[in-house]
T-cell receptor, first 112, second 115 residues
Framework: GEDVEQSLFLSVREGDSSVINCTYT??????LYWYKQEPGAGLQLLTY?????DMKQDQRLTVLLNKKDKHLSLRIADTQTGDSAIYFC????????????FGAGTRLAVHP | DAGVIQSPRHEVTEMGQEVTLRCKPI?????LFWYRQTMMRGLELLIY????????DSGMPEDRFSAKMPNASFSTLKIQPSEPRDSAVYFC?????????????FGPGTRLTVL
């Protein structure tokens, strides 16, 4: 079945790198996504990766995809207090064009 | 564009009352989605529309929930009668078909509390 799993909480020191991990089940997913949710707000698309790629870098963000293990990670370099938020991994479900399956979200806390 | 607009932002009601949540998608977007977020179940897709037509409502929890999209700029999600377990944040989102998921934009959500 469809399932996306993430660890629920991550705490890092300001200036360190953060790595948020995600596993998914649908091997035919075309795209995998990372969304950010700040308190009291909706989800914002951070970045996405096409399933035929291994890595995508976008400024401080690096996405790594291991298709064999169905593992996706998001690395945030030089983490800042403004990065504190909930980060959601999502996969596009092959059964429907717009049916995104979200993980439960990882709450990132950045402390001085 | 002001983004996806949802109203009200907060709703507190008593069990058994009817609740109506409203959404105005981004102008020109042809897909509209309703999601529900809870601590226990995370983010769940309830229903989505394409060109105002419901495409997949398999996520709607039960008959107490209904959604309509009378035109391209307005959608409602209604719960009648409401129950305490319906308490959640309800998000509306819209996107444009030919730009794929990267065009998906979420509204700020409606926080519903059913007492």
């Amino acid at each position: 079945g469809e399932d996306v799993e993430q660890s629920l909480f991550l705490s890092v020191r300001e200036g360190d790198s953060s790595v948020i991990n995600c596993t998914y089940t649908d091997s035919s997913s075309t795209y995998l996504y990372w969304y950010k949710q700040e308190p009291g707000a909706g989800l914002q698309l951070l970045t996405y990766i096409f399933s035929n790629m291994d890595m995508k870098q976008d400024q401080r963000l690096t996405v790594l995809l291991n298709k064999k293990d169905k593992h996706l990670s998001l690395r945030i370099a030089d983490t800042q207090t403004g990065d504190s938020a909930i980060y959601f991994c999502a996969e596009s479900f092959s059964g429907g064009y717009n049916k995104l399956i979200f993980g439960a979200g990882t709450r990132l806390a950045v402390h001085p | 564009d002001a983004g996806v607009i949802q109203s009200p932002r907060h709703e507190v009601t008593e069990m058994g009352q009817e609740v109506t949540l409203r959404c105005k998608p981004i102008s020109g977007h042809d897909y509209l989605f309703w999601y529900r977020q809870t601590m226990m179940r995370g983010l769940e897709l309830l229903i989505y529309f394409n060109n105002n037509v419901p495409i997949d409502d398999s996520g709607m929890p039960e008959d107490r929930f209904s959604a309509k999209m009378p035109n391209a700029s307005f959608s409602t999600l209604k719960i009648q009668p409401s129950e305490p377990r319906d308490s959640a944040v309800y998000f509306c989102a819209s996107s444009l078909r030919n730009r794929g998921h990267e065009s998906l934009v979420f509204g700020p959500g409606t926080r519903l509390t059913v007492l």
